[in-house]
């Protein structure tokens, strides 16, 4: 059971991946306070559990018997989201993603979805749900979103302090990451498509 455990939460951290996370939601720690950026997070993993919860109890069934589509076209839109959201980024670089507009109080579904609810993501719920328990699966659920937020939160104070010094050199390095980690984006997104297409054929 424990091997069981620990292999879920590698499997469900390494899909939301904090560092990787941290460069999609750049706009947001640059313009926010650490005190609104903190708020609209812990919302986005809060409506985020509730969804992963869902599927993780539900499973495949969700889409097939309720939503009456293909978890494979699921896994085929959510590819092709990010693979614009790759691209973009790849030429624009953090301007790409303007969610930040608009009050704090309304971005918490912008840091839900897309880039906590995924089709990965959501894969890794249903594996989860039919491996583990359900107070199992919320565990390994609730562990993974508080150690992502509080990983994110201390980026974003990292961020604030280490740019009053070396605003230049952070900013050029950010850019740098983000532009590659697109890269990586692009990458994991046409890997969605073809795993969906193939799952259709």
């Given at each position: 059971m424990s091997e069981q455990f620990f292999t879920s939460f590698a499997l469900f951290f390494s899909l939301l991946n904090p560092f990787l996370m941290s460069i999609y939601l750049?706009?947001?720690?640059?313009q926010l306070s650490l005190a609104q950026f903190s708020k609209?997070?812990?919302?986005?993993?809060?409506?985020?559990?509730?969804v992963f919860l869902l599927f993780s109890y539900g499973g495949e069934a969700i889409f097939n018997r309720f939503l009456?589509?293909?978890f494979e076209s699921f896994q085929?839109?959510?590819?092709?989201?990010f693979l614009?959201?790759?691209v973009r980024y790849v030429f624009e670089g953090a301007d790409t993603l303007e969610s930040t507009r608009g009050k704090p109080e309304y971005l918490a579904g912008s840091v839900a979805m897309p880039f906590m609810i995924g089709p990965g993501t959501i894969s890794a719920s249903v594996v989860i749900g039919s491996s583990l328990s359900i107070a199992g699966a919320a565990t390994v659920i609730a562990t993974t979103m508080v150690l992502t937020c509080s990983m994110l939160i201390l980026f974003k104070y990292f961020h604030d302090n280490l740019k009053a010094r070396y605003a230049r050199y952070v900013d050029r390095y950010i850019?740098?990451?983000g532009r590659l980690s697109a890269l990586l984006i692009g990458t994991i997104a046409v890997d969605m498509i073809v795993t969906g297409v193939m799952g259709l054929m």
């Open positions: 750049l706009g947001m720690i640059r609209v997070l812990i919302q986005g993993a809060f409506i985020s559990s509730i009456h589509v293909r085929i839109f959510g590819g092709i989201i614009i959201i790759g850019e740098i990451v």
